[in-house]
């Protein structure tokens, strides 16, 4: 600080005065120039090269100028040197805590109070720069200051007259210099050192006299703009934990759900034994399988796919004959067995009538009879089996219950006139049977078969999504085995099966209640067969049949059901009406052949 002393702008001790000026005492000296070689003048000077040589004793003005330049007036009997003069004299005062310099060491430097701004003193433009090449340098140590006369040290100074200022090009900020002080034997005002440039590391710069106390020396550069930084640098960390926390939950979601990042290894039942009981539908059906096959039907431009079972170890097997119907008689029947091998068939037999076939494989060995059981012991919620190919998928086993029996059904009539219809008293069961079933055992609990499935009831139309047979719904009808046994017996025997009759011709559209006799039969013939089991037991054209054995019957086909569940030769009594009187009648089932 420059406790004491003006504080007005001082005389930069580098700086260098305009041209043309003078003093009252002689010719005006050049001054050394400045340091920086940006400030330098644009045209050179003939005193640039030589330095002014100051007698000892001399003074410069202390009094400031604008132009912060100083102008020393030489004696007019100085002699001149023949040699440069050091830049100042030497610190004849030892001014502490410096000591005495030498003659071209630099001042210390002067801190000149100027505001400061709030985020600190800035670095000068010219510091910000890169470094600048250094100015002339003074003359070396080694060059000797001339002897100064006894006069001139004296003789009285020359009054030095105020000149107006020289603008000197602008430096920014430079910092203040010492002047050399004048011998210990003149007591007169020294000059104020001119101002220099400080280098770029000093302390002087960063120094604030004017700060509050307690402050530190320096203040830290750009505060508010650190400030600001920390708005990203807290959003980038929640930025990355929000991104480590969702990995983390992802990694901790895959273990939990995968049970670990390692091999995983689930846990198993250890192998036990492939044998079931064998009432349970595993049991039943790997005990049925092996004598289930699948039938392949080729011919007259139709082909069909339908199950059967064998009969007998001569290779005999029973199907349905809707399943056989369009090989007629010279189609192609293959079948296949449940392990895959396969072998041609020939029809032996069949019957309309009862939908049942029966074929017949040679060069097989290894068959393997399915056992037949008993239908009329069958009761209403016995467990059952169904096995078969449904849509062509072989060993296809469904199970289910017996839903009910002695269901009245008649299928087939696709060919207009009634050849091809058959009527059976089936059994009922919600196994469910789709098409391909057909011909297939129905099973009991013990493997054995008690029924030919053979008809669905589909829904609405029975007509698929694709042109084809629906599916099943749940009501599946069988042949009872017990009729089925005795056609098949009569198929392998004879070719031919024989069906029971009464000998008379029922009316197909009476709506009442009962099967009524028709007053004509076919082709004008008579509704009764003379001498047949009907006319011997004095059944009369219009009598209404409601009874057989004392089950109720509700239409002709429901008796032409009734009467073909049994065998020729049987007796059978039937309860009718006539003219509103109720009877009963008994007669002995004749035989007809199938056509």
Known sequence: MDDGKPTEPKAKWWSRPSAGRATDSGPEQAAVADAQPSVTEPEASPHAAAEATVPVGATQSAEPSTADAVVVPPPASAPTASRPTPLHEPDAYSTPPYGGPGPWAPAPPVQRPVPTPAQGTPVPPQYAAPHAPHAPQAPHASQAVPPVPQDAQTAPLPPVRPEPAVQQPSVPHQAHQSQPTAPHHLHQPQPQPPERPQPLNSIWLQYDPWSAPGRPLTEPGEPAARKRRRGPLLVGALVIALVAGGIGGAAGAYVERNGG??????????????????????????????????????????????????????????????????????????????????????????????????????????????????????????????IGAPFDLQNTVTSGIISAKERPITAGGEKGDGSDVSYVDALQTDAPINPGNSGGPLVDSKARVIGINSAIRAADTGVGADGGQAGSIGLGFAIPINQGKRVAEELINTGKATHPVIGVSLDMKFTGDGARVGEKGKDNTPSVTAGGPADKAGIRPGDVITKVDGQRVHSGEELIVKIRAHRPGDRLELTLTRGGDERTVTLTLGSADSS
Do not use: C
């Open 261 to 386: 990042i390692t091999q995983v290894e689930l846990p198993q039942a250890d192998r036990e034994s492939r044998d079931r009981a064998p009432d349970s539908v595993a049991g039943i059906a790997a005990s049925a399988l092996p004598s289930v096959v699948t039938l392949h039907v080729s011919g007259g431009g139709e082909q069909g796919t339908g199950t059967g079972f064998v009969l007998d170890r001569q290779g005999h097997i029973l199907t349905n004959n809707h399943v056989v119907d369009p090989a007629g008689t010279s189609g192609d029947i293959t079948i296949t067995f449940s392990g895959g091998e396969t072998a041609e068939a020939t029809l032996v037999g069949k019957d309309s009538g009862y939908d049942l076939a029966v074929v017949k494989v040679t060069g097989v060995s290894g068959l393997k009879p399915l056992p037949l059981g008993n239908s009329d012991n069958v009761r209403v919620g016995d467990p059952v089996v169904a």
